[in-house]
């Protein structure tokens, strides 16, 4: 199946650190990929979506100033978190879609962020 | 705005027991449907999914069958193993609006399956 490469999958930082994660689709072209935020035993909260080559689209109550987020390449997106404080600390998932109708989001493994 | 609503959990099983977990969506058009699983510590994986009206969905022993007139899509399987245990979410992608392939998910449901 499609494989999307999340990195890295854990990291704990210094408050006021900025942080980059990296989101890979390995096997397709991902013409749109997302970034979501899961609390602990919660759903996942959709933060932005981004299409390759445009700016991303931040859901209402995402600081975009805070969650930095690039689509450079039809395989490759980046989520920086600026200047990070504890109450960023979550698990940041990241899937991509081959832009393709009825076709399902593969998802990264995810990113375990802790600020301390 | 579309939903899913998912049977709230936990649900605990012995291991061969029988599963269901309901879930049932509100969606203008026609949405294409899914089930994914998240194991402990990882992202999502894709489980099953239907896209058209009686469409089932199968993958690993689960199945689910795309249900327009209830507006469902439960997940079933007929034997449960330990390794089954994880959080299962029922999620819906809605193409009407310019949605840009955005899911929508059910709140998500934990399985723990017993030896």
């Known amino acids: 199946g499609a494989v999307v490469s999340q990195h890295p999958s854990w990291v704990i930082c210094k408050s006021g650190t900025s942080v980059k994660i990296e989101c890979r689709s390995l096997d397709f072209q991902a013409t749109t990929m997302f970034w979501y935020r899961q609390f602990p035993k919660q759903s996942l909260m959709l933060m932005a979506t981004s299409n390759e080559g445009s700016k991303a689209t931040y859901e209402q109550g995402v600081e975009k100033d805070k969650f930095l987020i690039n689509h450079a390449s039809l395989t490759l997106s980046t989520l920086t978190v600026t200047s990070a404080h504890p109450e960023d600390s979550s698990f940041y998932i990241c899937?991509?879609?081959?832009?393709?109708?009825?076709?399902?989001?593969?998802f990264g493994d995810g990113t375990r962020l802790s600020i301390l | 705005g579309d939903s899913v609503t998912q049977m709230e959990g936990p649900v605990t099983l012995s291991e061969e027991a029988f599963l269901t977990i309901n879930c049932t969506y509100t969606a203008t058009g026609y949405p294409s449907l899914f089930w994914y699983v998240q194991y402990p510590g990882e992202g999502l994986q894709l489980l099953l999914k239907a896209t058209k009206a009686d469409d089932k969905g199968s993958n690993k022993g689960f199945e689910a069958t795309y249900r327009k007139e209830t507006t469902s899509f439960h997940l079933e399987k007929g034997s449960v193993q330990v390794s089954d245990s994880a959080v299962y979410f029922c999620?819906?992608?809605?193409?009407?609006?310019?949605?840009?392939?955005?899911?929508?998910f059910g709140k998500g449901t934990l399985l723990t399956v017993n030896p």
């Open positions: 999620a819906l992608s809605n193409l009407q609006g310019g949605s840009n392939y955005k899911l929508t």
């Open positions: 899937s991509a879609h081959p832009g393709v109708v009825n076709q399902p989001q593969h």
